[in-house]
């Protein structure tokens, strides 16, 4: 589809979305054609998502809870709903701009609320239901929220937490202060927005995970996620009408990413299954009765479910894909053997959309990250920003040669200096220029860092966006993940990858979960340290250790040997991703002590491995 000559916003935005629907299963010719549509005002809600909507009678969004109880409504449906609510929010004194905490599990409030905040042009910070009265203090005050809607948990827990802010529960007995949202049923179905949207405008307010500091602030605007997640869609492989489920908890960024933005971007049908607790038998099930085609799932979740004979369940699924953290091929061939479909990966951060990725058409090679996506020059640097084969994987921000009028995301000209920085346009509040793709910086970039500055000009500000992950590249292009840039050490002089020795430890059939750090040594400088937890009904004994060390021998290099183990469980952030930071601290404090964990085996003590 070639856009008119002056393409309203939503005419851009579907030319857009329409050029990666037509090239699905071509990445090559994806990357040839696509650009990121330049768009001075765009609101998604209203420019895409309602004009799809209109009498559209498909079902956009279907749950199912863990008792049975299903709820189903149609795009018309939603359309019509998020109008009622974003009338009764407004009326509530939800306006432009306001910061709105919401703090709800997998229930159609969420999806409700979501639709009319965009459309009210409120900025959304999504918050998972695990946060504590401490951490809801912080989002509160540094956030500036002006409003929080919550469940009736929810709503309890900020009893402890000041604050001029607007409350709102949703279900449960309505507690004192706080207005019952089922009333928004009876506002009125038709909205009628207070002014433009523009492109550039904050929508989304995400806390980060916060594994080493206090969580930043990412702030994404109008374009850079509803736009952005196009590239989600064309790595999920997601067509108009699949069934998508993905699991994960509200939140996050991987829930707005799959279940929310990419799936409505390909006009599919957002799947969610509502338990308390991951139930592997019970999310099959599920899969066959209601014809999911799409499944997308962390590598935790991907790992119970291979515990099951799998060939039991005839799934009607066409794509199934991992995201969160590398997939390890052992997962990978186990979903092949059963169900004949390849498990692709993918990746991005909280501050961006889908940068790499294996989309459908595109041969998996087991344990790559896959390759750039549509709109995203990925590229590997060395400490000293110059290009490499093997580095810190990075965002280019500027054209790769310098380009007279390149217009930002928002449509302004830019002019370029001979070193190709931009020295007349606008600039964004941080000071530096904006650039656009696809020559320049992709729409699915973050704005930045709310309330740092200094965060955000150290991010942006120069000719790349720096990932802190480090990858390598092979002479077909694709990109294999090496490990955090923190997290990757030397022994014996050796570079060391803790997710390659974490890949290996994964495919013995007692692991669980594994962990790699370096444990300080006095000759070798460090050697690599295993922390495991083993699968149910396995005990921790030596002569499990032992078990582990072999299977090791037999697939690492003697220079990757992981020397020591100990059996122990894992510290986690509140969304599940493993501090090793935490577990590097203790290790250098237990070396400096010449103390052992009570499950801990070196290599050392067993003779039979000399």
């Not at 830019?414 to 600039?427: A, E, K, M, N, Y």
């Not at 077909?476 to 390659?500: C, M, N, Q, T």
Request: charged share 25%; proline share 7%; net charge neutral.
């Amino acid at each position: 589809m070639t856009s008119p000559p002056n393409p309203s916003p939503s005419q851009a935005f579907v030319a857009a979305r329409d050029t990666l629907l037509r090239h699905r299963g071509d990445l090559a010719a994806a990357r040839a054609d696509f650009r990121w549509p330049a768009l001075t005002e765009f609101n998604w809600a209203l420019d895409w998502f309602d004009v799809h909507a209109r009498d559209n009678g498909a079902t956009a969004l279907w749950v199912v809870n863990e008792d049975g109880s299903e709820q189903r409504a149609s795009f018309a449906e939603m359309a019509e709903r998020s109008n009622r609510v974003a009338n009764w929010l407004r009326a509530r004194g939800v306006a432009r701009g306001d910061r709105l905490l919401l703090m709800l599990g997998n229930v159609p409030a969420l999806w409700e609320v979501t639709l009319a905040a965009i459309k009210l042009g409120a900025v959304v910070s999504p918050a998972t239901t695990l946060l504590g009265a401490d951490d809801l203090r912080d989002r509160i005050q540094r956030g500036r929220m002006r409003h929080v809607i919550a469940d009736a948990a929810g709503a309890a827990r900020f009893a402890e937490v000041p604050g001029d802010y607007g409350r709102i529960q949703v279900g449960g007995a309505r507690l004192p202060g706080w207005a019952d949202y089922a009333e928004s049923a009876a506002a009125s179905p038709d909205f009628v927005p207070d002014g433009p949207t523009r492109a550039s405008d904050p929508l989304l307010l995400y806390f980060t995970s916060g594994t080493t500091a206090k969580p930043k602030m990412v702030l994404h605007t109008h374009a850079s996620y509803p736009v952005g997640h196009l590239t989600t869609m064309y790595w999920l492989g997601l067509k108009p009408g699949d069934v998508h489920l993905n699991i994960s908890s509200p939140g996050w960024g991987k829930h707005a990413w799959s279940s929310f933005y990419a799936p409505w971007n390909a006009g599919a049908t957002i799947f969610v299954l509502n338990q308390a607790r991951f139930d592997a038998r019970f999310t099959l099930d599920t899969l066959v009765r209601c014809g999911v085609t799409s499944l997308c799932a962390p590598p935790t979740v991907w790992r119970v479910l291979i515990l099951e004979d799998l060939a039991q369940w005839q799934v009607k699924l066409t794509e199934v894909i991992g995201a969160g953290e590398p997939l390890n091929p052992e997962v990978i061939e186990r979903v092949r053997a059963a169900w004949g479909l390849t498990l692709r990966d993918g990746y991005g951060q909280t501050e961006s959309t889908c940068m790499v990725g294996n989309p459908p058409g595109l041969p998996v090679r087991a344990g790559s990250m896959g390759q750039p996506m549509p709109g995203y020059r990925m590229v590997l640097l060395d400490a000293d920003d110059r290009e490499a084969d093997e580095g810190e994987l990075a965002v280019a921000l500027q054209a790769e040669r310098p380009t007279a009028g390149i217009t930002d995301p928002a449509g302004s000209a830019l002019r370029d200096s001979p070193s190709g920085r931009p020295v007349g346009g606008i600039t964004d509040p941080a000071g530096f220029a904006l650039r656009d793709s696809p020559s320049g910086r992709p729409v699915g970039l973050m704005h930045g860092y709310a309330g740092d500055e200094e965060k955000t000009r150290a991010a942006l500000g120069g000719a790349y966006y720096r990932t802190s992950d480090v990858a390598r590249r092979d002479a077909d292009g694709y990109l294999w993940y090496v490990g955090r840039a923190d997290d990757v050490f030397k022994a014996s002089d050796y570079r060391i990858s803790p997710f390659e020795l974490e890949s290996a430890l994964l495919e013995h059939p007692q692991v669980a979960e594994a962990a790699v750090v370096p444990s300080p040594d006095p000759i070798k400088l460090a050697v690599p340290k295993a922390v495991i937890v083993l699968k149910p009904g396995v005990a921790p004994s030596r002569a499990v250790a032992l078990d582990i060390l072999r299977f090791l021998r037999e697939r690492l290099s003697p220079y990757k040997r992981i020397r020591r183990i100990e059996f122990a469980e894992l510290p986690k952030t509140i969304s599940g991703k493993i501090r090793r930071v935490q577990l590097r601290q203790a290790e250098d404090e237990r070396r400096a002590r010449g103390a052992r964990g009570a499950l801990e085996f070196w290599e050392e003590d067993f003779p039979e491995l000399r």
